[in-house]
């Protein structure tokens, strides 16, 4: 596959950590020190379909192509006001598509799993061009009453048109169940024979174990595929880590031992935006043309499961 267009889209409103402080037991200087995080965008006035359709047409249009040229959508989405239709479905038929759509949820890694998808998709079927679009909304889920988990995440969009090409030169991912180190419940319905005892609890975390297994899981991950696709850290342009902690960021890189401007982030604007925060950093460095053409990016993402994925992947 080749990336031929990328977009993205975040909501209007920006929280600071001066404004958490207001209501969490918190401070600016906690959450920068042990994030890297300023501001996160939060979902206020517009829906998550908004942004998801907003950051697809951005990718359409880099792209060059209209939503008729899609013969498959594939949306990455850990939870929506939606459970069934799927996202993609919705976007779909926001932005007036006739393809076959498909939703997953790799977590934080669903953009490498949706790779994943995407490629072998490509391999197998006629189909020449597939919508990727990462759509998340977890400050919907998180406990906005409790500082541990709520001061993390922000909401965006983020998406990228991929077709047949011979840019991706290796991928790797992996599946651990971990359910108790990150997980988010929703309520079941009652029935004459099973009455809901449990409940929706918010996202509950273990940060500490999710920490560590982000920095073991990411640096195999990186090796992994730099070994595959026969290249060095040298032949790496940019590392475009899934954005979830400035200090996982620089665990992994000081693992590698390479430079930060290697490493671009933008977790201090828009926080942990889950699966779309590699396609959103994809896209700003596109627009704001920092890839060169031929430039090798090596991107990793992990999250709940626990998921993990890695690819290294030529900019066409
Ligand atoms: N503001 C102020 N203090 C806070 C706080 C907050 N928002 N959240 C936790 N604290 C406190 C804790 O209560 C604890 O206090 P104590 O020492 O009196 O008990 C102290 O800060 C240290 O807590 P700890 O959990 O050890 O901090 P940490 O250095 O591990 O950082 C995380 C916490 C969540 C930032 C960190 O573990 C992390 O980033 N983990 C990975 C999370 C992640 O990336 N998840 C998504 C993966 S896709």
Not at 120 to 149: G, H
Not at 223 to 244: G, P
Not at 285 to 297: C, E, F, G, T, V
């Amino acid at each position: 596959m080749k990336i031929i267009g990328t977009g993205s889209a975040l909501p209007s409103l920006s929280v600071t950590n001066d404004m958490l402080a207001r209501f969490l037991d918190t401070d600016d200087h906690w959450i920068q020190t042990r994030t890297g995080i300023q501001q996160r965008r939060v979902i206020s006035k517009e829906s998550l379909k908004e942004l998801a359709v907003k950051a697809t047409q951005n990718a359409l249009d880099d792209a060059g192509l209209t939503a008729a040229d899609l013969d498959y959508i594939l949306c990455s989405n850990i939870a929506n006001n939606y459970v069934t239709p799927a996202l993609s479905c919705i976007i779909q038929g926001e932005i007036e598509a006739t393809c076959p759509c498909l939703d997953l949820n790799g977590a934080c890694a669903g953009f490498l799993y949706a790779l994943d998808i995407a490629e072998a998709f490509l391999n197998s079927y006629q189909d020449k061009n597939i919508l990727i679009v990462c759509a998340e909304e977890p400050t919907r889920f998180v406990n906005w009453n409790e500082r541990s988990t709520s001061v993390l995440f922000g909401d965006g969009a983020g998406a990228v048109v991929v077709t047949k090409g011979t840019n991706l030169k290796a991928l790797t991912l992996t599946t651990t169940s971990k359910v108790d180190v990150l997980y988010y419940r929703r309520l079941l319905e009652n029935t004459p024979y099973a009455a809901n005892a449990e409940g929706t609890e918010p996202l509950v975390m273990n940060g500490r174990d999710v920490f560590k297994l982000a920095v073991s899981s990411s640096v195999a991950d990186i090796k992994k595929v730099m070994q595959e696709a026969s290249i060095t850290c040298e032949d790496v342009s940019y590392f475009l880590l899934h954005q979830a902690n400035i200090r996982i960021i620089d665990s992994i890189r000081e693992h590698l031992s390479q430079s930060p401007d290697k490493f671009p982030q933008n977790i201090e604007k828009y926080g942990n935006t889950s699966s779309a925060s590699i396609p959103i950093l994809l896209d700003e460095l596109s627009r704001a043309n920092k890839i060169k053409s031929k430039s090798m990016l090596v991107m990793s993402a992990f999250g709940a499961g626990f998921c993990t994925g890695a690819c290294a992947i030529e900019w066409d």
